[in-house]
């Protein structure tokens, strides 16, 4: 059953086996205009509530987290992957040092999916962006096969739907 943290932030714990759970993380971050005391917060409940989750749980931190993370793979090496669009902003600063934190890695740009990246086009500008992840735990990489935009997907949303192929090991 679903979960309310807050009305950024639902969690939902899915049984796997009789001992091994998943536990998903949808998020809805604040965007680079928000003041930065409503990002901390953000962050801060999103730390609070990570910390809590067992470390044999199988993760997935999905959602709208409104920001570019980069292709700074020598700064993240760990975190993220080689093939992102743009330069890092101040927002994609606080998600990679959570992703550093938690030992957490960006699956979007793990995998090369021309033209199947991005997730939302900028409104007034008409370039598009690549603001929506699909975040697991470094050790469990190798569960998520692939992670790319859909663009064929009917939504009422400005944003693409983004789908990630996994198989979880247990």
Not at 5 to 13: A, C, G, L, Q, Y
Not at 94 to 112: D, G, H, P, R
Request: aromatic content about 8%.
């Amino acid at each position: 059953m679903p979960r309310p943290v807050s009305d950024r932030i639902m969690t939902m714990k899915l049984p796997l086996s009789k001992d091994n759970f998943a536990t998903i993380i949808s998020v809805y971050a604040p965007t680079m205009t928000n003041p930065d005391e409503n990002k901390d917060a953000f962050y801060n409940l999103l730390a609070s509530l990570l910390s809590g989750i067992p470390r044999t749980d199988k993760l997935l931190l999905i959602g709208d987290f409104n920001v570019r993370i980069g292709r700074d793979n020598d700064k993240w090496p760990m975190f993220i992957g080689k093939h992102e669009i743009v330069k890092c902003n101040s927002n994609g600063e606080l998600l990679l040092a959570q992703c550093s934190e938690f030992e957490l890695i960006v699956t979007n740009i793990m995998f090369k999916q021309d033209g199947r990246k991005t997730t939302w086009m900028h409104p007034r500008f008409g370039h598009w962006h690549m603001i929506d992840f699909i975040i697991t735990r470094c050790r469990d990489k190798m569960d998520l096969h692939s992670t790319r935009a859909i663009r064929e997907a009917n939504c009422w949303t400005d944003h693409e739907m983004l789908r990630s192929k996994v198989a979880f090991r247990i």
